[in-house]
């Protein structure tokens, strides 16, 4: 037997023809029943009661329950279509967990991602299994439970389900075998639910750019900057800043008027793709040269925009690795037709990551030239940073430690420690730009994590999900520690980093000599956080998600004063865990 919730609730025999189940508390049951199939414990009789009669349960529910069993039992064509459980409860009965639509749908999502993200990615394969998952969708998750219990079920798999359209069209983006002009109208469908998904906004501006409209991506762009600034004071991350700059970059192949194409110089001379220091920029004539002229010997023909690093490694518009006058501004006192020495010019690769600051920098990796103080660079503000004058890598602000030096009550591993071990706060950062519009949501987290252990803030990449956790950690009377696991690149240096966040690890070997429990960093964060009360915030769980929910079970299971919050593109499954999206 097949059993379908995604969508109006349907049982289907073996020859595919549908099962006639009449009467909508009929339709709930069986819906409540196969939203629990194949799980380790049955539905228990409070739950069913619940998702069948919601608010209004009849006077005497478990036996009322009973009834509609047996008439769901003759409606399957059996006894052992529905079993009673030893311990209290019932169960649908199935061969496999497969056999509901909606388990099965998370099984081929979950492929299909993991496809798309395995090295190397397949990206044909990966779009062929997310279109399986979602024609498995006829309508609504679980449509036929009335409300509240039909929005708490539904809410995880509504995001799956968003989660996985998104991952297809990364996967068709990506294999190049789909027509990018076909993909606008479903990104744009989803970019109208979710304005602030900025996912969603890079993959428009791909698709566009793919379909040959760059004027038209661009436009996007400034319609997406003004969105997150007016409604979430910020700026484009660094994917779309990054996208942004590519779609400034002239077509490859269309030299500028009266400019030598890219790479060479007006002798033929291979060029470094940046200029030297001392040369007048590309579109600059040097001081008495008019306006036009053809580069002399020895300057660099460019038509691309240079976007320079400092020596700090923290990328700035408009100026050069070495503090070279950028594109279209001349060189101070370079004469002209300077020849560069070779070596002058800031060798560089192309890159959109992290500068040696630990700032986000869209630009050019860089190393300044020869015999340039690296003071001529460091204090450059790093493209798409919205904090402006905060000083430059290895320049300490005015009352700050210098570079080194552990903040007071800091442990000596440069880690926080948690309650007990350190400042009594946790080590959430602080936060420049006001947070507004989603007070409503921030209530509702907070009165949460007030009487519940686990808390999952679920939804796609962009839409939020750190920024609301961070306010209501911050607000909570316990301490809060955040663990970032984006970062991470195996599931088993999951306990590690919770272990580095709370600033443990170094903390338990300096303190005493490796035990047997040392090995295991899972088993050396119960022993620390057994008698412990905090917080602890795992974000971006999704791609480490089996890890991250074995640990939380751990945790709450053996550590009674611990709070889990998580954010992540799909629920955890641990008992008890309460999803919001």
């Not at 639509?101 to 081929?108: G, I, P, S, V």
């Not at 679980?142 to 359209?165: C, I, M, S, T, W």
């Not at 979430?232 to 660094?238: A, H, I, K, Q, Y």
Request: charged content about 20%; overall charge negative.
């Amino acid at each position: 037997m097949q059993y379908y919730i995604l969508g109006v609730t349907e049982a289907r025999d073996e020859t595919g023809a549908t099962v006639p189940i009449g009467g909508a508390r009929l339709r709930a049951l069986l819906a409540a029943l196969a939203l629990r199939a194949g799980g380790s414990a049955a539905a228990s009789v409070a739950d069913l009661v619940d998702d069948v009669w919601g608010d209004g349960p009849p006077q005497d529910a478990p036996a009322a329950l009973q009834a509609l069993v047996a008439r769901l039992r003759r409606a399957l064509g059996g006894r052992d279509t529905v079993l009673a459980d030893p311990a209290g409860g019932y169960r649908l009965a199935v061969a496999d967990r497969d056999d509901v639509d909606l388990h099965r749908f998370t099984r081929l999502a979950r492929e299909g991602r993991a496809q798309l993200t395995s090295a190397p990615a397949d990206s044909a394969r990966a779009a062929e299994t997310l279109r399986a998952a979602l024609a498995l969708w006829r309508g609504p998750a679980v449509a036929d439970l009335p409300e509240p219990a039909r929005g708490d079920h539904a809410a995880a798999p509504e995001a799956h389900r968003a989660a996985a359209l998104r991952d297809r069209i990364e996967a068709d983006l990506r294999s190049g075998q789909a027509d990018p002009a076909g993909l606008l109208p479903e990104i744009e469908a989803l970019i109208q639910g979710s304005p602030y998904d900025e996912t969603l906004r890079a993959q428009q501006l791909r698709a566009l750019r793919a379909a040959g409209r760059r004027a038209d991506a661009l436009a996007a762009y400034e319609r997406t900057r003004r969105t997150l600034a007016e409604a979430l004071g910020t700026d484009p991350g660094p994917e779309l800043a990054s996208l942004h700059a590519e779609l400034l970059r002239p077509a490859v192949g269309i030299p500028a008027v009266g400019i030598p194409a890219v790479g060479t110089s007006a002798v033929g001379i291979p060029a470094v793709g940046i200029p030297a220091v001392g040369t007048p920029a590309v579109g600059t004539s040097a001081v008495g040269t008019p306006a036009g002229a053809i580069p002399v010997v020895g300057t660099a023909a460019l038509s691309t925009p240079a976007v320079g690093t400092s020596a700090a490694g923290t990328s700035a518009v408009g100026t050069s690795a070495a503090g070279t006058p950028a594109v279209g501004t001349p060189a101070v006192g370079a004469p002209a037709g300077a020849i560069p020495v070779v070596g002058t010019a800031a060798l560089s690769t192309s890159a959109v990551g992290t500068s040696a600051a630990g700032t986000s920098a869209v630009g050019t990796i860089g190393t300044p030239a020869s015999g340039t103080p690296a003071s001529q660079a460091v204090g450059i503000q790093a493209v798409g940073t919205p904090d402006a004058g905060i000083p430059a890598a290895g320049t300490p602000a005015a009352g700050t430690p210098a570079a080194g030096t552990p903040a007071a009550g800091t442990p000596a591993g440069g880690h926080p420690g948690p309650a007990g071990v350190g400042p009594a706060r946790g080590n959430l950062r602080p936060r420049l730009n006001s947070f507004v519009g989603r007070e409503p949501e921030l209530a509702a987290l907070q009165a949460d994590l007030a009487r519940l252990r686990l808390v999952t803030l679920t939804g796609p990449g962009g839409s939020g999900k750190t920024r609301l956790a961070e306010q209501a950690a911050a607000a909570h009377p316990e301490p809060a520690w955040l663990v970032e696991l984006a970062r991470l690149d195996h599931p088993a240096a999951v306990p590690g980093a919770v272990l580095s966040a709370l600033g443990l690890r170094e903390n338990t070997l300096v303190a005493r000599e490796k035990t047997a429990a040392d090995d295991d960093p899972a088993a050396r964060l119960v022993e620390l956080c057994a008698d412990r009360r905090l917080l602890i915030v795992l974000d971006n769980c999704e791609h480490v998600i089996g890890a991250a929910a074995e640990l939380a079970e751990l945790l709450l299971t053996h550590c009674p004063g611990i709070r889990i919050l998580a954010t992540s593109r799909e629920l955890l499954g641990v008992p008890g865990e309460t999803v919001r999206p």
